[in-house]
């Protein structure tokens, strides 16, 4: 059985990241799809938020082989802690690669584990993270660029912020 670990912020889980996720799910046994907890970084979302986003996301598009989890560790332990052979990354655009070309060689130095890249769907390769955070902070309408239930949980977070 192959599994393949899917890692991120996914600070919130997007159309894109989604996208992804479920195109793994279809080529790999199990997939892992792991939030990156990083002490440096302060994210709008817990990682118990963001887990339960992706989880609540899945399950309504009826995804089953996905295992959603977290780190605050190398990603390459994590992998060999559950026995993945291969990162798996989408690339939106050109900027993408570069990025994760690096991570792709240190991780597999320190590991063995591959990573194999796959295309983000030309009609979300604009979405990201940030850029949906951005919308909403400025009252944009962020459907479509994620799930339902996350676009309530972000919005309610961007009233948050404002007070």
Avoid: W
């Amino acid at each position: 059985m192959t599994i393949a670990v899917c890692p991120g912020s996914f600070d919130p889980v997007t159309a894109g990241h989604l996208d992804v996720i479920e195109r793994c799910a279809k080529l790999f046994a199990q997939v892992h799809v792991v939030v990156a907890v990083n002490a440096a970084k302060e994210p709008m979302f817990s990682e118990s938020e963001r887990r339960k986003m992706i989880e609540s996301a899945l399950d309504a598009d009826g995804v089953e082989n996905v295992v959603v989890s977290s780190t605050d560790g190398l990603i390459t332990e994590y992998c060999t802690r559950v026995g993945a052979s291969v990162i798996v990354k989408g690339l939106r655009q050109n900027g993408d690669y570069e990025a994760e070309l690096g991570m792709a060689l240190v991780n597999r130095q320190l590991s063995g584990v591959e990573t194999l890249f796959i295309p983000a769907d030309p009609i979300r390769e604009h979405i990201s993270s940030s850029i949906v955070k951005d919308v909403a902070r400025h009252g944009g309408d962020i459907t479509g660029m994620v799930p339902a239930s996350v676009c309530d949980a972000l919005i309610q977070a961007v009233t948050e912020e404002k007070k």
